[in-house]
């Protein structure tokens, strides 16, 4: 399995694809041959520094009439959580799934803004704990009441067994229940999901939308959006509310039109996030939110001896959240860490 969990798109669309809006009617399928692409907007400008954009996660090349790939189970590791649980969310090649604290740890408010140039210790700075006071078991204690503090119905439950089964690594629990919150806050109407996975988070985000709302979700494996689309049909939602579109994430969200979007759901390749990013700020109407899953990696951005691309991609994408001045960022310690941003204006 790959470096980040065996997550990663290879595969390309084979349908070409065409320009999509939120106003569009939904089609199950492909789309077909593509109308020119809308013209850029101009771009924002930011007086601060910006990060390059990059990429992340991995998944396996498969055919559109492949079967569903089967992968190992993702382990879960040993927890310091006094009173419950959570599933790890790394990949099960992932030597961290050995470690002891698969959550991110709550930030330290006091902790000193260390300078801007350095991005290790920056993100550090964002999701460490290091020397916490003593009510650190009582902000772990929190932390763990706050995951579950929504419980899940037998859908999600049923959804998370699928994604084992097929080594989909779903939205935890907190994240889900947070992109319910996020999607209904913002009387979110038109989504992207940027990994449709199981279909955990396609779900969690339409049990937050208005009835007229469409979620457009995108994913390499038509495997997965098979799996997701039942999740849907489980919990009452049909094809006209969900656009599946079928085709690596880099080549069709430049399809989709400019400040159309009210939230965008980053959780596919974690090495291509910092372009989701870019993407995502885009396709965003001023007050829309983009969330990215999973970027606290379960530690292992916080620890300055991971150089990996996984890690690299993740301590960029975290600073360029903190650094735009279009966006209003917020760290959410749910799951495996929801980076959330709101664009201001
Ligand atoms: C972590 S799973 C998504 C889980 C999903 N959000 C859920 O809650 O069930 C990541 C998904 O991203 C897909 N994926 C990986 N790389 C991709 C890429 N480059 N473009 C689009 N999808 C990709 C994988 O096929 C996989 O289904």
Redesign the pocket.
């Known amino acids: 399995m790959s470096e980040d969990g065996g997550?990663?798109?290879?595969r390309r669309a084979r349908t070409p694809l065409r320009v999509v809006g939120p106003e569009q009617a939904p089609s199950a399928t492909p789309t077909p041959p593509a109308a020119p692409a809308a013209p850029p907007s101009p771009p924002r400008t930011s007086t601060r520094p910006r990060d390059d954009a990059g990429r992340r996660?991995?998944?396996r090349p498969g055919r559109a009439t492949a079967r569903i790939p089967v992968y190992p189970r993702v382990p879960t590791g040993p927890l310091r959580l006094p009173s419950t649980t959570f599933p790890s969310r790394r990949g099960a090649d992932d030597e961290a799934a050995t470690t002891a604290h698969p959550l991110p740890r709550l930030v330290d408010p006091d902790a000193p803004t260390p300078p801007e140039e350095d991005v290790d210790t920056a993100t550090t700075a964002v999701v460490a704990t290091a020397d916490l006071d003593p009510d650190d078991g009582e902000r772990e204690r929190l932390r763990a009441r706050a995951e579950h503090f929504s419980p899940e119905d037998e859908v999600l439950a049923a959804?998370r067994e699928r994604?084992a089964e097929h080594g989909?690594?779903?939205?935890g629990v907190g994240a889900?229940a947070a992109l319910t919150f996020l999607a209904s806050a913002g009387r979110a109407r038109a989504v992207v999901?940027?990994?449709?996975?199981?279909?955990?988070?396609?779900v969690?985000l339409l049990r937050g939308m208005p009835p007229e709302g469409l979620l457009t979700s995108?994913?390499?494996?038509v495997a997965?959006q098979r799996l997701?689309r039942l999740?849907c049909a489980e919990a009452g939602y049909g094809a006209g509310r969900v656009r599946m579109i079928t085709?690596?994430?880099?080549d069709?969200l430049p399809r989709l039109s400019d400040a159309a979007y009210d939230l965008v759901?980053v959780?596919?390749?974690t090495v291509?996030y910092p372009r989701y990013l870019a993407e995502a700020v885009r396709l965003l109407r001023p007050g829309g939110v983009v969330a990215l899953?999973?970027v606290c990696w379960t530690g292992r951005i916080t620890d300055p001896a991971r150089r990996d691309a996984v890690s690299a991609a993740l301590r960029e994408t975290v600073r360029a959240v903190r650094t735009d001045e279009r966006l209003a960022p917020l760290l959410l310690p749910v799951s495996d860490g929801l980076l959330c941003a709101s664009l201001l204006g």
């Open positions: 997550r990663e798109g290879t996660h991995g998944h959804a994604a989909i690594v779903p939205v889900a999901e940027i990994g449709s996975g199981a279909g955990v988070g396609t969690s995108i994913d390499t494996e997965h997701a999740t085709g690596r994430a880099l069709v759901l959780d596919a390749a291509e899953d999973n």
